[in-house]
């Protein structure tokens, strides 16, 4: 069975860091582009950053661009996103997600708020 | 970027009817590769999203056969053939052709 667990999320300050993590298992982790996805609170989803499976392809939202790095370690079947200079609007549920953006993990809660 | 257009954004069904939601893309979503990375997701309140149909009309396991998606280029649908009470949820196209991947502005599936 394929499962994602997030974790890392909670409340920060604005201008903060947050270091978010997403543990896979059930599948071929090194075989998989993997993903990051958010939503904010009661709006649509947003696709922020892709790492393909060797971790050298890698491509942001504009939105985070410079400000979110996305990470894997293959040997620990483990997806990362660094989280800097984070604003307000950065406030939502962060998702990790399988491949075509196939599995999704439960989400881990990011809130940027003074 | 590519914007992913979905229409109705309400969508309300009585059970045992048929159900249709459109999704358009500003661009055409034929890969360099061949395939059009089209994907529709359900979610339902409280839960994460759960894709429904890949590359247009290939349904992931475990997803009734009620659903089905269709479409070429820039026009695209998925058809619930009759809607049942679980199906009620925000339903989202994303194009994954393109980089940035996009998603529609959800389309809110209720029982009238």
């Known amino acids: 069975e394929v499962q994602l667990v997030e974790s890392g999320g909670g409340l920060v300050k604005p201008g903060g860091s947050l270091r978010l993590s997403c543990a896979a298992s059930?599948?071929?982790?090194?075989?998989?582009?993997m993903n990051w996805v958010r939503q904010a609170p009661g709006k649509g989803l947003e696709w922020i950053s892709s790492i393909r499976s060797s971790g050298s392809d890698i491509t942001y939202a504009d939105s985070v661009k410079g400000r979110f790095t996305i990470s894997r370690d293959n040997a620990k079947n483990s997806l990362y996103l660094q989280m800097n200079s984070l604003r307000a609007e950065d406030t939502a549920m962060y998702y990790c997600a399988s491949g075509l953006v196939g599995y999704w993990g439960q989400g881990t809660l990011v809130t940027v708020s003074s | 970027d590519v914007v992913m257009t979905q229409s109705p954004l309400s969508l309300p069904v009585a059970l045992g009817q048929p159900a249709s939601i459109s999704c358009r893309s500003s661009q055409s979503l034929v890969h360099s590769d061949g395939n059009p990375y089209l994907n529709w997701f359900r979610q339902r309140p409280g839960q994460s999203p759960r894709r429904l149909i890949y590359?247009?009309?290939n349904r992931d396991s475990g997803v009734p056969d009620r659903f089905s998606g269709s479409g070429s280029g820039t026009d695209f649908t998925l058809k619930i053939s009759r809607v049942e009470a679980e199906d009620v949820g925000v339903y989202y196209c994303?194009?994954?052709?393109?980089?940035?991947?996009?998603f529609g502005q959800g389309t809110k599936l209720e029982i009238k």
């Open positions: 590359k247009v009309s």
């Open positions: 994303m194009q994954g052709t393109h980089w940035p991947y996009t």
């Open positions: 059930g599948f071929t982790f090194t075989s998989y582009t």
